[in-house]
């Protein structure tokens, strides 16, 4: 018996709201799909993919997903056009604020299962709201302020990893004292050259001035020719002064990613590297004598405390999972991803941190990632990168000012009042 078209279409309609999966019914058909866009591709795509993959055979609802690094204009010329993605993974806060102060993110507050705000914590939480409202959930985070070095170098010339920045100083003499040169420091990053530097400006005042300061420097409230601001910038030039390994013009061309299998050389080019915890993803691809690296043998990391005692603050960055569109499969896909079950895919494949503290600690594929994670999920405040906080202009004022610094030092203090004037006309 041949069935008319309509027939079949009528029945292929029922099935995908009853979220039941035929291919030969779902094939274009936009009920059963989730369309996601997102700054992953590579690796990352990958293991997002991978994610997904146990919810689209579970509920029969596909997930298009389309990578672009370039997201922001991707993404904008698509709201205006009338044609936005269900869902958008968004790498920093700032572009969060953005889209909500647009009107274009829809609040998940209806969306989220209750047991959401016990899972995650009030910190994590905090940063994906906008005037009270739940914007978005993070996907993954990073953990930032971190300094890598190898143990086998370490442990051949006698070195402790420090506790604080006083004894990092002295480390630094001690390399340097040695022949070696202690800071490995690559500041290259395609359109976002130079925010490496941001990173340690960051850190340090972070640690110098404490959280407050931080917060209202990030959110724009403050001069960046204060003294505070001053110092931390001073500090970081003390503590590169002459050892950076490569010199001025090497920091500025050589890749962040690249610069750190310098600690893995013999003799080692650089001895100390400073980055975020995504890190490993790069030094897990440097193979030594024809082997990968071991997390743990071949490379581990040290945290430096506080200036300010009493202060446990986390420098963080992180990607982020917001709505555009509000379908029962978007609804679905986002409830599925804050799960535990969702983060630790992600979690074993490596180069992942969730803010989940219900992803058990041996979900993470080896003890440096257990130990970032047991971190994250201590920490009773979290700060998010602060250059990923600044609007545009600031943001980018902010790299430039760092490549600057480096090439020459001595104009500190007319590259902070060139940022005084950006900053008071960005806000």
């Not at 507050?109 to 939480?125: F, I, R």
């Not at 446990?312 to 990607?319: F, I, K």
């Not at 970032?372 to 250059?387: G, N, R």
Request: charged content about 20%; some cysteine.
């Amino acid at each position: 018996m041949i069935v008319p078209v309509r027939r079949i279409a009528a029945i292929c309609l029922t099935l995908l709201l009853a979220s039941v999966w035929l291919p030969s019914c779902s094939e274009g058909d936009t009920a059963g799909t989730v369309t996601v866009f997102g700054p992953w591709t590579g690796p990352e795509q990958d293991s997002f993919l991978a994610m997904v993959r146990p919810f689209e055979v579970r509920t029969g609802i596909r997930v298009r997903y389309e990578g672009a690094r370039d997201l922001d204009a991707v993404v904008t010329s698509r709201l205006q056009n009338g044609t936005p993605p269900d869902l958008v993974a968004l790498s920093t806060p700032g572009e969060l604020l953005d889209l909500s102060a647009r009107g274009a993110l829809l609040s998940l507050d209806s969306v989220l299962e209750p047991q959401m705000a016990k899972q995650y914590g009030s910190e994590w939480l905090r940063l994906g709201q906008d005037k009270g409202k739940q914007k978005a959930i993070f996907v993954k985070v990073a953990l930032k302020g971190l300094v890598w070095y190898s143990p086998t170098s370490f442990q051949a010339a006698g070195y402790q990893p420090p506790a604080d920045w006083t004894s990092l100083a002295d480390l630094t003499h001690r390399i340097q004292a040695a022949g070696g040169r202690p800071w490995c420091l690559g500041l290259e990053s395609s359109s976002t050259s130079g925010w490496p530097g941001t990173d340690w400006v960051e850190d340090i005042l972070l640690h110098q001035a404490g959280p407050e300061f931080y917060r209202r420097w990030s959110q724009g409230q403050l001069e960046w020719t204060s003294q505070k601001v001053k110092q931390a910038w001073e500090t970081w030039g003390k503590i590169i002064n002459d050892s950076v390994a490569g010199g001025p013009l090497g920091v500025l061309l050589t890749n962040f990613g690249n610069v750190g299998n310098g600690m893995f050389t013999d003799p080692p080019r650089c001895t100390l590297d400073h980055e975020a915890s995504f890190i490993t993803d790069f030094y897990k691809r440097y193979k030594r004598d024809g082997h990968p690296l071991v997390a743990g043998k071949d490379f581990d990391f040290f945290q430096l405390q506080p200036d300010n005692p009493g202060t446990s603050t986390q420098e963080v960055a992180g990607d982020l999972l917001g709505m555009f569109r509000d379908t029962p499969a978007a609804r679905r896909l986002v409830r599925y991803i804050a799960t535990p079950e969702a983060q630790q895919i992600w979690v074993r494949r490596g180069g992942a941190i969730s803010p989940n503290h219900e992803v058990p600690l041996d979900a993470y594929p080896d003890t440096v990632s257990r130990k970032v994670a047991q971190i994250a999920v201590d920490a009773t405040d979290v700060e998010f990168d602060a250059s990923d906080l600044m609007p545009a202009a600031m943001q980018t004022a902010f790299y430039q000012a760092v490549l600057a610094y480096i090439a020459d030092p001595g104009r500190l203090e007319s590259l902070l009042e060139n940022l005084e004037k950006v900053r008071k006309l960005t806000y």
